[in-house]
């Protein structure tokens, strides 16, 4: 078993989206990259299950951001091992597709870009960069498709694609590397740790605002809002989940300061954030608790 070098973060585009979601009525358009994030990230989750099931002397680095000769480009996943690094593009395409050198195309003939041309940049890019850090390992690049519902038809064989079908015997093979790491390769991976930038991407979120959001608690299972407080428990009317209402307020407060980093947590803004604890008193008991109290009277806020 091989623990990531570098973990994979859930980005935080996503994690506001999923409040978004929840709260404000997204547009089509903002709705289905809010659908493609959240799959394509559980679709790398699933990867990085298979690869930290190798045997190998590696090094796994996850998601690195990263810039060469001035363009960006990210790796979904890298492996380093002795004589080479492999870095993976993971696809959660589901359904049935069929290639073409120039695009993707579902049986309806709905056209995607040909993840060949973004995994050639990537490689391409990447070899620079690991040239112009004086490293003389040769990089491998495949595209992971991840999800077994997906079919490719007439792909040419010589592709550097891993279908669903061929994963298993893909990271068998992945595991027969011979492979022995020292501090060169520990070197290399620091230094691409210490170039990968946190700045988000492009994406602009959906404009919200506190006045027009939906309020109150929602499951921590499967986001409804049909709770009800009954004694110390917050539990879903759907899924009969149950929670500590100290657990679930201070949930709400995390949700809370993901949207609106600038504002002051207090006892009111929370309260009305949570709708349905109607006791002021609770609120100010949960917040004093949790968080640092600062100022007094009607002047209290948490840190
Ligand atoms: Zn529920």
């Known amino acids: 078993m ?7 973060v859930e980005p935080v585009v996503l994690k506001k989206l999923r409040i978004l979601n929840k709260r404000i009525k997204l547009t089509e358009d903002e709705h289905r990259y809010y659908l493609n994030q959240e799959k394509g990230f559980q679709g790398e989750v699933q990867f990085d299950v298979l690869t930290e ?11 690195l951001q990263l810039e060469s000769n001035k363009s960006r480009f990210q790796l979904d996943s890298s492996l380093i091992f002795q004589e080479t690094y492999s870095l993976f593009d993971i696809k959660n395409f589901e359904g049935e597709y069929v290639y073409d050198s120039e695009y993707f195309k579902t049986l ?3 056209e995607f870009q040909n993840p060949l041309d973004q995994l050639k940049r990537s490689k391409l890019l990447l070899s620079q960069l690991l040239q112009s850090l004086g490293s003389k390992i040769t990089v491998e690049a495949y595209v992971i498709f991840i999800n077994p519902q997906f079919t490719l038809f007439q792909t040419p064989p010589n592709l550097p694609f891993i279908l669903p079908t061929q994963l298993d015997q893909f990271m068998k093979k992945l595991d027969q590397k011979s492979s022995r790491l020292n501090q060169s390769h520990k070197n290399l991976a620091d230094k691409l ?4 930038q946190l700045d988000p991407p492009k994406f602009q979120l959906p404009a919200y605002k506190f006045e027009t959001m939906k309020k109150g608690m929602t499951c921590c299972k499967c986001d409804s809002f049909s709770v009800t407080i009954v004694g110390h ?12 209402v100290t657990v679930a307020v201070m949930r709400h407060v995390e949700e809370f300061k993901l949207l609106f980093p600038e504002q002051k947590i207090t006892t009111n803004v929370i309260r009305d954030w949570c709708g349905i604890v109607d006791s002021r008193k609770r609120i100010s008991r949960i917040l004093g608790k949790n968080l640092k109290i600062t100022g007094v009277h009607q002047w209290t806020y948490y840190e």
């Open 2 to 8: 091989e623990n990531a070098y570098k973990a994979r």
């Open 193 to 196: 740790i210490s170039l990968h």
């Open 233 to 244: 428990k917050l539990i879903c009317d759907r899924c009969g989940c149950q929670e500590l």
């Open 108 to 110: 309806s003939g709905k």
């Open 53 to 63: 099931k190798l045997q190998r002397d590696c090094h796994i680095l996850n998601d």
